[in-house]
């Protein structure tokens, strides 16, 4: 049996016996045989309940935000019920304030599976948190150096990049994809790097098209030659397991609203980059990470809402920590939890994925892009971008959300993807996303639809 400990005090991960992996993975691969029954869960989302024109609506927009379970809406009320202060008072409510911080930031290292809680940098979004590091980072850069950003990236990965290495004289080169099924060119990536590059920035899985890269690998790549990665997991996060130190990353940056919480961005970086980086902070800030990099007063109520999230998602394996451990921590057993339940989302989601896939590609002038070989849906997420002849992507939104289902239409942020496929000027593509909340019926719902605008 597993037994895990964390030291009491924010630190690294203590273990005082080996882990049984074999059993530990039998039980989780078991678990996540089980049948997935969403209904209970879509019970817990109050914004589920909606209806438009007298239908219920059909929230296929997660890729842009998914929506919060009762858990997160009660967690973030009760903060502002309660009355919370700032940190650093010698008074009662200050200390709520810490707590709820410190549980936060506990809540994502068991999440990512950081090695300490110092680690966790919190933000107000990706895209801030990016840019804030990329002009720390780019102080260490000098005129000749190299960055390598991705086309398969949302621009919350790229610009930031591209303004740092234009103050710098940094020369950038770009990870191209390709068009045919919009996998990444990773085979170029030692062509790219040399004694030069300072960093690799590159998505978890595509925001636009789905494609989950072999990050894992990027990252080997990019230390053998010397560079920093920055991961953007931001569209990976409601879908599969962040296991930051199997990656090796460097920096990992998510926005907990993709995955059922407040609008907060979370980022994990290596405590000795976090250590020996400058931040652009006031004088009064701590000198140490993570609050160096944290600017400004945070937002406690949705800190309590990142951390009621990740409980939430959790709570779906629960019953794993049941049959695999005993006497180990409440951050053992919540990452243990987490393994099973994004096991058990991860099926569930290829399984709605391929029944998408069957029905929408027999549509007539219905194109999808990215990965559709229905043996690979292992490596994209359940998020499917696609065209309809004789429609423009707004007109299909439109028609959609006529009918209560709602889905994205133009370049969702991922312009170097849309300008790739050489749609940006016709308006972009129609993307379609699902999550743990989306049912079967959903989904035959909206290939009905399209069926019958294509008709």
């Not at 007539?364 to 696609?386: E, K, M, N, S, W």
């Amino acid at each position: 049996m597993t037994t895990i400990h964390y030291s009491r005090e924010p630190g690294e991960l203590k273990t005082t016996r080996t882990c049984d992996k074999r059993s530990l993975n039998s039980i989780i691969r078991r678990m996540s045989r089980e049948k997935f029954d969403p209904t209970s869960l879509r019970e817990q989302f109050p914004a589920l309940q909606r209806n438009v024109n007298g239908r219920p609506a059909v929230y296929l927009d997660g890729p842009g935000g998914t929506q919060a379970p009762q858990a997160v809406i009660d967690a973030m009320s009760e903060v502002m019920r309660v009355g919370y202060s700032n940190l650093g008072g010698a008074f009662a409510s200050s200390g709520q304030s810490e707590a709820v911080e410190l549980a936060a930031r506990q809540a994502m290292k068991d999440f990512y599976n950081a090695r300490r809680v110092e680690e966790i940098v919190v933000g107000q979004n990706m895209t801030s948190l990016t840019f804030a590091f990329s002009r720390a980072l780019a102080r260490t850069w000098q005129a000749g150096d190299e960055i390598i950003v991705t086309r398969l990236d949302h621009d919350g990965n790229i610009s930031p990049w591209l303004l740092a290495s234009k103050d710098r004289g940094v020369t950038v080169r770009w990870l191209d994809f390709r068009p045919e099924d919009c996998t990444l060119h990773l085979e170029q990536l030692p062509d790219l790097l040399n004694k030069r590059t300072r960093l690799l920035a590159i998505t978890h899985a595509s925001n636009a098209v789905g494609t989950i890269p072999d990050v894992q690998r990027a990252v080997r790549l990019a230390h053998e030659a010397g560079a920093l990665v920055y991961v953007d997991a931001v569209h990976f996060a409601p879908h599969n397991m962040i296991d930051v130190q199997a990656l090796d990353c460097d920096f990992l940056v998510s926005s907990s609203y993709k995955y059922f919480g407040p609008h907060t961005g979370i980022l994990y970086g290596m405590y000795e980059h976090l250590q020996r980086l400058d931040a652009y902070k006031v004088r009064p800030a701590p000198d140490d990470p993570p609050g160096k990099w944290e600017t400004g007063t945070q937002s406690f109520e949705s800190l309590a809402g990142v951390r009621a999230a990740v409980d939430y998602l959790a709570a779906i394996g629960a019953k794993t920590t049941e049959a695999v451990t005993t006497n180990t921590s409440e951050g053992a057993k919540r990452r243990v939890r987490l393994e099973t339940a994004f096991a058990r989302i991860k099926s569930y989601e290829m399984g709605l994925s391929h029944r998408f896939l069957e029905g929408a590609t027999t549509i007539r002038g219905l194109r999808v892009y990215g990965i559709t070989a229905l043996d690979c849906l292992h490596q994209r997420a359940p998020t499917f971008a696609l065209s309809l002849e004789g429609y423009s992507p707004l007109e299909v939104a439109q028609r959609l959300g006529e009918q209560g289902i709602f889905v994205w239409d133009g370049h969702y942020y991922a312009l170097a993807v849309i300008e790739r496929l050489g749609l940006l000027e016709k308006g972009g593509l129609v993307r379609i996303g699902f999550v743990h909340y989306n049912t079967e019926e959903e989904v035959d719902g909206v290939v009905e639809a399209l069926r019958e605008l294509a008709s």
